[in-house]
């Protein structure tokens, strides 16, 4: 389940009889029913896992210029979130607030306000959230017997939450998949990982070539090429060039090999995939630690 699936269309009339229009809103109906109890075909976990970033998402915002939901809507998040997570049995995630009028006062309380009040709050909301991500993608993880490749990190998430989304979904629909659609699609959730990564590492201040417009999200090949040239330069760096360069490569192969497609080559692409994933947070962990050097002796 990814974090989109909570919002639903709702067409708002024109008041001058024409045609309405058409606007996004929280499915309120879809938490209540959370609330109650497990909504099929979507089990609590994965439901759990996706709810629990959509939360963090939406209280980041809040904190740090905007959410998306309003303050009646964050109660209904937080509730739906705490009903599911009991029916799994956790009950370690117990933040001091419960809405977005709560998380105002506790951080105002706590002195994340002035300069640097951004950031306070953010590392407020990891305080709390990040343990609840860590616990739901290793429960998740497993309740799901995965045939993919496993990072030789000891985290089981790369700690990117749009990275971590779509691989999560990578891994259950490889599980999942028989047919040649199936693995096709596989495809399809390889380059969505790839896009989320290119999203992610990406900064055309940083990464750009001077003069040159910022290539698009989805000119994956492109940002990540550059994201490794400027992070690890040097020819002794080409192999892993040619690494993400051929992740790319295969992962459009699949997804364009709809007739053809095979659970062999749809799982390379996803195992090329996660290995691409690890790699590349171990070279930017390596960057913000101050040098490449980390990277060769097993920075995680």
């Known amino acids: 389940m990814k974090a989109w699936e909570f919002w639903t269309e709702r067409v708002v009339p024109d008041p001058w009889g024409g045609d309405g229009t058409t606007t996004r809103v929280l499915d309120e109906q879809l938490l209540l029913d959370l609330t109650r109890g497990p909504v099929a075909p979507r089990t609590d976990i994965e439901v759990a896992v996706a ?106 998430v790369v700690g990117w939450p749009r990275v971590d989304e779509e691989m999560s979904e990578l891994r259950r629909h490889f599980e999942t998949a028989a047919t040649r659609q199936d693995y096709s699609n596989v495809g399809n959730d390889v380059v969505a990982v790839l896009e989320a990564l290119s999203a992610t590492v990406y900064n055309h201040d940083r990464h750009g070539r001077a003069g040159e417009a910022e290539p698009s999200i989805a000119s994956t090949k492109a940002r990540l090429e550059r994201f490794i040239e400027i992070e690890l330069p040097g020819s002794e760096n080409a192999e892993m060039r040619k690494l993400a360069r051929a992740s790319i490569e295969l992962a459009q192969a699949v997804k364009h090999r709809r007739e053809t497609a095979t659970r062999l080559e749809a799982g390379i692409a996803a195992d090329a995939a996660i290995l691409l994933a690890n ?12 040098g490449n050097q980390s990277v060769i002796e097993g920075s995680a």
């Open 51 to 156: 709810l629990a970033r959509f939360a963090h998402e939406e209280f980041e915002g809040h904190g740090t210029g905007g959410a998306e939901i309003s303050q009646e809507d964050s109660v209904l998040v937080m509730r739906a979130l705490k009903a599911v997570l009991a029916r799994l049995g956790i009950t370690t995630f117990a933040p001091p607030f419960r809405d977005f009028n709560t998380f105002y006062k506790h951080w105002r309380s706590v002195g994340a306000v002035g300069s640097g009040g951004w950031q306070a709050r953010r590392d407020i909301l990891d305080e709390h959230f990040d343990p609840l991500h860590d616990l739901l993608d290793e429960r998740e993880a497993g309740s799901i017997t995965s045939t993919l490749a496993t990072a030789i990190s000891p985290h089981r």
């Open 279 to 290: 790699m590349l947070r171990r070279i930017h962990g390596a960057r913000d630690q101050g």
